[in-house]
């Protein structure tokens, strides 16, 4: 029977580097869309073509990146939703054989059975 085991070190390592990514990645976005604007605003009325396509720029790099923080925030929500389960086995399966030991033993003595 196969034994799985979860590397809690690892794990820890990898949320502990991507814990600040999202507040990073939103900065970023919020760059992106201060850029953009201002580069529309520089181009001026004359270049309506130009100032469309930053437009359209500005709306989709700025939303992507965004996305890419919720995506990250909620790999780090996982991770820790992973670990909490993890330990949360370890500690009914420990109380469980816990009270099997105790009632084998006990029969075993000759007291209640199990």
């Known amino acids: 029977m196969a034994r799985y085991e979860m590397d809690r070190e690892g794990v820890a390592t990898v949320r502990a580097a991507v814990s600040g990514d999202p507040e990073a990645l939103r900065g970023v976005a919020d ?9 529309r605003v520089g181009v001026g009325p ?6 469309a396509e930053l437009d ?6 700025a939303r992507l990146v965004d996305a ?3 995506a990250v925030a909620a790999v780090c929500s996982e ?3 992973a670990v909490r389960s993890e330990r949360d086995t370890e500690l009914a399966t420990a109380s ?12 075993a003595s000759g007291g209640d059975e199990p």
């Open 56 to 61: 359209r720029f500005r709306l989709v790099h």
């Open 68 to 70: 890419m923080a919720d």
């Open 46 to 51: 004359r270049a309506s073509v130009l100032a």
């Open 31 to 39: 760059a992106v869309a201060a850029a953009a604007s201002a580069a």
């Open 79 to 81: 991770l820790d939703l």
């Open 96 to 107: 469980a054989l816990g009270s099997l030991t105790g009632a084998l033993g006990r029969a």
